[in-house]
Structure formats: C-alpha cells, structure tokens
C-alpha cells in the first residue's frame, strides 16, 4: 500500500474541475479482522470511483480504453488528487493507507455498469491496525465524506449536475 501522495496541493475549483471531469462518485464500508477468533470492525474504506474523461480515454477519435492505459492511469492520478485533498491534515491516531492501481475496471449495476476506475483509502488505527474502530476513525471518515459532498460528490451515484454549468 501506498501513503505518499507526490501530487502537487491542489485548490478546491481544481478539485471541483477534476470531480466533474470524471463524473466521481464515493462509497464506504466497515474494514473487519479476525481477532481471537472474533470478527471486529477495525476501521473503514473509503473508494473514490472516476470514469475516464471521454476525451483523454480516446472516445472521440473512435478507439476504447482498455484497463491500465495512459487515460485510466491519468484518472486514477486526478482521483489520487482528490483523496489527498479530502484527507485531515494533521495528525490523529487514524492512519490512511491509500492502494495502489489495480489496473482494472471497476463495474457497478447502480451506475448503468460505466467503466470506473477506483482509488482506495483505509482508514485505520496508527499504532494497532487490529485495534476496534472508534471516535477518531468514525470522525475523520465523516470529516473526509462531508468534504466530498460539499463538492457535489454523491455517495454510491453520480451526480446529475455534473456537465450542465460547462
């Protein structure tokens, strides 16, 4: 897993341009272990979903992207951007882990099955990834979901408004 984010800071109008761009839309989930033979909710994952820009993907000249091009690893780059820029700034007892590429494409029924490209973030513990969630990793998934959505991010869909003020 990858922690450094070399990508320059980025204001929030850039981070607007790159939302709408790539029609971003986020989920997240409970992460579990298995501790003593006992299931506990450790933490949680964060996924940013991105499709390619239409323009970068090659879809105007008549070709398509395939997993891992340039044009998906530009978006998940963009995407990588908004995780950084979502993510608190100082330093709390959470640690976020961020996975690296997975060149692939994600599918999702719920968004009429658009190619996605996907950036992950665990939010964890920083000293005992085992250790059972509690108020610091539910405050700073909500600080990081409340930023999403004071962009126009939706959870688990795409935002209708995306494209209609261009």
């Known amino acids: 897993m990858n922690t450094a984010l070399s990508s320059a800071p980025q204001t929030e109008e850039a981070i607007k341009d790159i939302v709408e761009k790539h029609r971003v839309c986020y989920e997240w989930s409970n992460d579990h272990e298995m501790v003593n033979s006992v299931r506990i909710p450790t933490g949680y994952s964060l996924r940013l979903y991105g499709s390619n820009d239409e323009h970068d993907a090659g879809i105007d000249s008549g070709t398509h992207p395939i997993p891992g091009c340039a044009a998906c690893r530009k978006t998940y780059f963009d995407l990588l951007s908004v995780a950084k820029w979502i993510m608190p700034k100082e330093k709390r007892e959470t640690q976020y882990k961020i996975e690296p590429f997975d060149n692939a494409f994600h599918?999702?029924?719920?968004?009429?099955?658009?190619?996605?490209?996907?950036?992950?973030?665990?939010?964890?513990?920083?000293?005992?990834?085992?250790?059972?969630?509690?108020?610091?990793?539910?405050?700073?998934?909500?600080?990081?979901?409340?930023?999403?959505?004071?962009?126009?991010?939706?959870?688990?869909?795409?935002?209708?408004?995306?494209?209609?003020?261009n």
Do not use: T, Y
């Open 107 to 165: 599918f999702a029924p719920k968004r009429n099955w658009r190619e996605e490209i996907v950036v992950a973030i665990q939010l964890l513990h920083r000293d005992d990834v085992s250790r059972p969630q509690d108020e610091c990793e539910i405050l700073c998934l909500k600080e990081m979901c409340s930023k999403l959505q004071k962009i126009g991010v939706l959870e688990g869909r795409v935002n209708r408004e995306f494209g209609r003020h």
